[in-house]
């Protein structure tokens, strides 16, 4: 996060630097205890890695296994049901297929496609992406699961909303427990994911998309570089957040599902221009890519380290197991739950297996000197760098100057997109914590815009990386749920599947 001064507002510097060190100070010894816990990690071939990391991927591989691929099998019916080709608009539910799986995305492909899996294939190298690749695809499967089972035990309210995800179903898995400890076990959910909605989801993107404008505009001593700079820019993009929450979901729906794909494009593009300009060194790439999955060279733990680097990444890219999406897929037109796990396993596809990649190939093709730099310190021992997005920057300069300034764009979009949808993530977990009531979300929503303001301004360290041990607590209590309830999942796959072979799925209107 950026914590140069002159990004401060005018409020003077030394007030400034005093909330930051008493934030600061204040967290570190909470954060440093809760993330030895949720990060807790364990040694593996001379690898130290989160045991979080283990208990996504063996979920992942569990459910692939247990239904038999359906993300493989299911792959066409999910496309056809994001075409809108099954079922009625008078289906119960707020958003279509295609725009609930839009506000999924807009809240996992962000920052971390571009500067997570820059620092990934430096740290790894090449090889890394072809098991960020296998990461995705596994955990197209969990997602199937979680997001069924967030329609499945959705709760519809009078006013046509509706309230699903881990706040439903989780409380169903845990009943075995006793009412006390599902009560716990959902409400410390709840909790984490509203402390790294407010945080994570919200005050990081907004800094990090006022650096990213800051940095393409001259830096210090640009327009965005003066005093009060980074407060005028913070409220301005709470209004447009403020703007687009307080409609809820179809709300959302509707600005991500214009912006997703749009900031898709951009990013793909730039991608794209870099391996077109250096065409002939995409086979080269991809057989470095291959190889290095198999024989790295110059990583800790050797192919053991390349692995876990690249489920790591992609474990924390796509959010699968997590949580989180099901609470936007929850909110879909639909009758057959099921229908909206097909939908879901696009998400990690989209996220992973096309963004992720495009990334990786982009900096891979282009070689630029940071990233040479940074995987020769790697290999004599050293952390490598720090700053993904700068390394993806350069291997877009390397084809035209300009073309950080696409990836500014891309940053900026891929960070709103994420803000709103957190927005909405996180008034689940407010109103499941203090009651649903219109006062009650809109005192969230004027919490919520008052953060993002804030985020622009304030450097936030500790908070941050407790924010992002809290969600991966989520991850924890979500799949030991989900594991409850598999037979749930496997019993309306069964049903679902037999009334496809035997064409009794309700088809559209248009169909007719």
Not at 23 to 51: A, D, K, L, Q, Y
Not at 226 to 233: C, E, V, Y
């Amino acid at each position: 996060m950026n914590s140069d001064p002159a990004i401060h507002a005018a409020v003077p510097t030394n007030t400034i630097s005093n909330i930051e060190d008493a934030i600061n100070s204040s967290f570190e010894p909470i954060s440093t205890f809760v993330s030895n816990i949720i990060f807790f990690s364990v040694t593996i071939g001379g690898v130290t890695f989160p045991v979080v990391v283990a208990w996504l991927v063996a979920a992942a591989i569990f459910f692939t296994i247990a239904l038999r691929g359906i993300q493989f099998r299911g792959f066409g019916h999910a496309l056809a049901l994001v075409r809108g080709r099954y079922g009625k608009r008078d289906d119960p539910g707020e958003v279509t297929h295609f725009q609930a799986l839009s506000s999924a995305v807009s809240g996992t492909v962000g920052l971390g496609n571009i500067a997570g899996v820059a620092i990934a294939v430096t740290i790894g190298g090449a090889g890394a992406t072809f098991w960020m690749i296998m990461a995705g695809l596994l955990g197209m499967c969990t997602k199937f699961v979680e997001c069924t089972l967030g329609v499945k035990y959705r709760q519809e309210h009078e006013d046509g909303t509706v309230t699903g995800g881990p706040f439903r179903y989780l409380p169903v898995a845990f009943a075995r427990f006793g009412k006390i400890p599902a009560k716990a076990l959902t409400g410390l959910f709840a909790i984490s994911i509203f402390f790294f909605g407010a945080i994570g989801g919200n005050m990081f993107q907004a800094n990090q998309t006022f650096a990213q404008a800051q940095n393409v505009t001259g830096g210090a001593d640009g327009p965005l570089g003066s005093d009060g700079a980074a407060l005028i820019f913070g409220i301005i993009l709470a209004a447009g957040v403020g703007v687009v929450i307080i409609g809820g979901i179809t709300s959302i729906a509707r600005v991500t599902s214009k912006l997703v794909p749009s900031m898709a494009i951009v990013y793909v593009l730039a991608c794209l221009t870099v391996l077109i300009v250096n065409l002939d060194q995409i086979g080269p790439a991809f057989g470095e890519i291959f190889a290095g999955a198999f024989a790295p060279e110059g990583v800790g733990g050797g192919i053991v380290g390349v692995i876990i680097v690249g489920f790591q990444r992609a474990a924390f890219s796509n959010e699968a197991g997590i949580g989180s999406a099901p609470i936007a897929h929850s909110a879909v037109k639909t009758r057959r739950p099921v229908t909206e796990g097909f939908v879901a396993t696009l998400e990690p596809f989209i996220d992973t297996v096309v963004i992720c990649t495009m990334t990786a190939l982009a900096i891979i093709i282009a070689r630029p000197q940071s990233w040479l730099d940074g995987r020769a310190d790697v290999a004599a021992g050293g952390p490598g760098p720090g700053d993904g997005v700068t390394l993806t920057s350069d291997a877009f300069a390397t084809v035209l100057p300009w073309f950080p300034v696409v990836l500014a764009i891309a940053v900026a979009l891929f960070a709103f997109s994420t803000l709103i949808t957190w927005a909405y993530y996180t008034q689940k977990a407010w109103t499941t914590i203090f009651g649903r009531t219109p006062r009650t979300e809109r005192v969230f929503q004027i919490v919520f815009v008052t953060f993002t303001a804030f985020g622009s301004v304030v450097t936030l360290g500790d908070v941050v990386n407790l924010a992002d041990a809290m969600l991966f607590l989520c991850a924890f209590i979500n799949i030991l749920g989900l594991y409850l309830l598999f037979p749930v999942v496997r019993r309306e796959l069964d049903e679902y599947w037999a009334d496809r072979k035997a064409d009794r799925l309700v088809h559209a209107e248009s169909d007719h």
